[in-house]
Nanobody, 116 residues
Framework: QVQLVESGGGLVQPGGSLRLSCAAS????????MGWYRQAPGKQRELVAR???????NYADSVKGRFTISRDNTKNTVYLQMNSLKPEDTAVYYC??????????WGQGTQVTVSS
């Protein structure tokens, strides 16, 4: 059974950086696309970055140029490097397997708070 465990969140000042990690159990990791989502209070969950099994990446306009998604298939882990953080980046961040049969599989998320 696949499980997702996010980590690396915290409190950071505007302009700061954080690196999030998502460790996935199971044997499918290297064969699937992965995504990072975020959900701010009172808002819908949104996809901010995705990476295919081959390493191609896409970003939401709101984070383009500031966030970088990467993966290490030897560690079954996907990362989100977040630079130049803004208060509007404050949210709970989740990773997800971008395949229809895993749409409802979520980890506990990791809180990112950007505040001075």
């Amino acid at each position: 059974q696949v499980q997702l465990v996010e980590s690396g969140g915290g409190l950071v000042q505007p302009g700061g950086s954080l690196r999030l990690s998502c460790a996935a159990s199971g044997s499918i990791f290297s064969t699937v696309a992965m995504g990072w989502y975020r959900q701010a209070p009172g808002k819908q969950r949104e996809l901010v970055a995705r990476i295919t099994s081959g390493g191609n990446t896409n970003y939401a306009d709101s984070v383009k140029g500031r966030f970088t998604i990467s993966r290490d298939n030897t560690k079954n882990t996907v990362y989100l490097q977040m630079n130049s953080l803004k208060p509007e980046d404050t949210a709970v961040y989740y990773c997800n397997i971008l395949r229809f049969d895993y749409n409802n599989l979520w980890g506990q998320g990791t809180q990112v708070t950007v505040s001075s």
